[in-house]
C-alpha cells in the first residue's frame, strides 16, 4: 500500500520560515520523481516544486529564490524549505510520486498570516 505522509505545516508570521516533509512508503521511492504542489481556497492546485530521481529541481518561478526542494532518499522523504513566506503562499501543500503511476498525500495545511 502506497503512503504518501505530509508534516511540518502550521501557522507562521509573514517573514517566517517553515520545513514540510513528505515521508513514502510502499514505492520504490528513488526512482520516482517527488514534486510539491498547493491548492489554495477557490484556487486550483499548482505546482510549487519537484525533484527528478536523479535530482534535477524545477521551481515555479513565483517561489524562486525562497524555497528549496530536497530528498533523502535514504529516508524515502522529500522536503521542501520555505523561507520568507507571504500571506499568498497560504495553501494546502501537498505532496506527489510520479514515475508509472502517479501518488498523492492528503496535504498539510500552510497558514501565512499575522
Known amino acids: 500500500q502506497v503512503q504518501l505522509v505530509e508534516s511540518g505545516g502550521g501557522l507562521v508570521q509573514p517573514g517566517g520560515s517553515l520545513r514540510l516533509s513528505c515521508a513514502a512508503s510502499g514505492i520504490s521511492f528513488r526512482q520516482y520523481a517527488m514534486g510539491w504542489y498547493r491548492q489554495a481556497p477557490g484556487k486550483q492546485r499548482e505546482l510549487v516544486a519537484d525533484?527528478?530521481?536523479?535530482?534535477?529541481?524545477n521551481y515555479a518561478e513565483f517561489v524562486k529564490g525562497r524555497f528549496t526542494i530536497s530528498r533523502d532518499n535514504a529516508k524515502n522523504t522529500v522536503y521542501l524549505q520555505m523561507n520568507s513566506l507571504e500571506p499568498e503562499d497560504t495553501a494546502v501543500y501537498y505532496c506527489?510520486?510520479?514515475?508509472?503511476?502517479?501518488?498523492w498525500g492528503r496535504g498539510t495545511q500552510v497558514t501565512v498570516s499575522s
Open positions: 525533484i527528478t530521481s536523479g535530482g534535477s529541481t
Open positions: 506527489k510520486a510520479s514515475w508509472f503511476s502517479n501518488y
